[in-house]
């Protein structure tokens, strides 16, 4: 897992990392369509959205197989647990076809708060719980950038 800012890109990022934010920042605005954009096919591409926060205990942990997360928030603030053990077997299992599996929690769940502007990674088998309120549920939008990594 690493976190940032858009803003302040640290030196010791990898490259291609860094390439996808830039890409990001480059070509992403407030006017920018919801949805799925390519950057270099299923390789490597992400998706805009604008959802609700949910409380804690209503969202669902995740984690995926082959892609690895770049998750940027645009407008907003969201809450954002991870864990630092594997996953444990999934309620919801559907890597096969959409690289996603769900549990109800990761194990000792850790919080950060993401603000505009703030990212997180996450790698292939990193469990992660996105769009928690810090708050009052609120919208935010935000951009998850996929890369390919299996």
């Known amino acids: 897992?690493?976190?940032?800012?858009?803003?302040?890109l640290q030196?010791?990022?990898?490259?291609e990392l860094r390439q996808a934010i830039e890409h990001v920042k480059a070509?992403?605005?407030?006017?920018?369509?919801k949805g799925r954009h390519d950057i270099d096919g299923d390789r490597l591409f992400y998706l805009v959205s604008e959802d609700m926060t949910?409380?804690?205990?209503?969202?669902?942990?995740?984690?995926?197989?082959r892609y690895l997360d770049i998750q940027i928030v645009l407008k907003g603030q969201e809450g954002m647990t991870f864990s630092t053990r594997p996953a444990g077997a999934p309620e919801t299992d559907w890597l096969a076809d959409k690289d996603i599996a769900f549990l109800p929690a990761g194990a000792d769940e850790k919080t950060l708060i993401l603000n505009?502007?703030?990212?997180?990674?996450?790698?292939p088998q990193e469990v992660h719980k996105p769009l928690?309120?810090?708050?009052?549920?609120?919208?935010v939008r935000k951009v998850v950038v996929k890369l390919l990594m299996a």
């Open 1 to 8: 897992m690493i976190v940032g800012n858009i803003h302040n």
């Open 11 to 15: 030196s010791w990022l990898p490259e």
């Open 27 to 33: 070509n992403v605005s407030e006017t920018t369509e």
């Open 54 to 65: 949910e409380p804690f205990e209503q969202r669902r942990a995740e984690y995926h197989a």
């Open 116 to 123: 505009e502007g703030d990212f997180v990674v996450f790698y």
């Open 132 to 139: 928690c309120a810090t708050g009052a549920p609120a919208q």
